[in-house]
C-alpha cells in the first residue's frame, strides 16, 4: 500500500517567519500535488511536480519533488495570515491512475 | 472556471434513512470521485466513475453505492445511514484518465453530513 506522510500534522507561526512542510514516502510517485484547504470549502490545486527534482515557485511559496520521486517539500517564506489552512500532498500512483493524499499540515499564521 | 457544485453544505439526518448526496460539474469531465474526510485520517476515496454508467470502488465503499446516470452528475447514496458515516464529503472531477497524473482534480465545497 502506499503511504504519504506529512509532517508536521500542526504549525503555528507568527506572520513573516518561514517554514517548511515535508511529504514523504517510500513509494515512487509519477507526480506529486500540493493543495490547499480553507474552512468550509474544498482543496483548490497550488502546484503539480513531475520531473525528479524539479522546483516549481508559486509568489512565496517553494515546492520540490525529491531527486527519487517519493518525496516533496513546501517552504513558505515570510508566512502571511492568508497561508492558514489545510495543506495536503497527493501523489499520483505509477501503477494504476489513483490519487494517493496524505492527511495535511493544518497550518496557522498569527498576524 | 470548472465548477463543481454539491446539492448541500450541511445534512442532518436520521440513523437508517436512506440519504442521496448530488455532485454536479460543469466542465465536460469523465472522470468523477467521492471522498470522506475525516480528523486524522484524511481523504478516503469512496467511489469513483470514470464515465457515464461506470463505477469502480474505491478503498471505502461499504455502506455507499452511486449513481452516474449523466456524465455532469454522480450521486453518493448511503443506503441506511449510521452515526459512522458521519463527516465532511467531498465531490471531486477530473478531465479523464488520459490527462492522469499530471491534470488536476477539481473538488466542490463539501457537504458536512452529521447522522443522530
Known amino acids: 500500500t502506499q503511504l504519504l506522510e506529512q509532517s508536521p500534522q500542526f504549525l503555528s507561526i507568527q506572520e513573516g517567519e518561514n517554514l517548511t512542510v515535508y511529504c514523504n514516502s517510500s513509494?515512487?510517485?509519477?507526480?506529486l500535488q500540493w493543495y490547499r484547504q480553507e474552512p468550509g470549502e474544498g482543496p483548490v490545486l497550488l502546484v503539480t511536480v513531475v520531473t525528479g527534482g524539479e522546483v516549481k515557485k508559486l509568489k512565496r511559496l517553494t515546492f520540490q519533488f525529491g531527486d527519487a520521486r517519493k518525496d516533496s517539500s513546501l517552504h513558505i517564506t515570510a508566512a502571511q495570515p492568508g497561508d492558514t489552512g489545510l495543506y495536503l500532498c497527493?501523489?499520483?500512483?505509477?501503477?494504476?491512475?489513483?490519487?494517493?493524499f496524505g492527511k495535511g499540515t493544518r497550518l496557522h499564521i498569527l498576524p | 472556471d470548472v465548477k463543481v457544485t454539491q446539492s448541500s453544505r450541511y445534512l442532518v439526518k436520521r440513523t437508517g434513512e436512506k440519504v442521496f448526496l448530488e455532485c454536479v460539474q460543469d466542465m465536460d469531465h469523465e472522470n468523477m470521485f467521492w471522498y470522506r474526510q475525516d480528523p486524522g485520517l484524511g481523504l478516503r476515496l469512496i467511489y469513483f466513475?470514470?464515465?457515464?454508467?461506470?463505477?469502480e470502488k474505491g478503498d471505502i465503499p461499504e455502506g455507499y453505492s452511486v449513481s452516474r446516470e449523466k456524465k455532469e452528475r454522480f450521486s453518493l447514496i448511503l443506503e441506511s445511514a449510521s452515526t459512522n458515516q458521519t463527516s465532511m464529503y467531498l465531490c471531486?472531477?477530473?478531465?479523464?484518465?488520459?490527462?492522469?497524473?499530471?491534470?488536476?482534480?477539481?473538488f466542490g465545497p463539501g457537504t458536512r453530513l452529521t447522522v443522530l
Open positions: 513509494s515512487v510517485f509519477s507526480s
Open positions: 471531486a472531477s477530473r478531465l479523464n484518465r488520459v490527462s492522469f497524473p499530471t491534470d488536476t482534480q477539481y
Open positions: 466513475s470514470y464515465d457515464v454508467k461506470m463505477k
Open positions: 497527493a501523489g499520483a500512483s505509477p501503477r494504476d491512475d489513483k490519487i494517493i
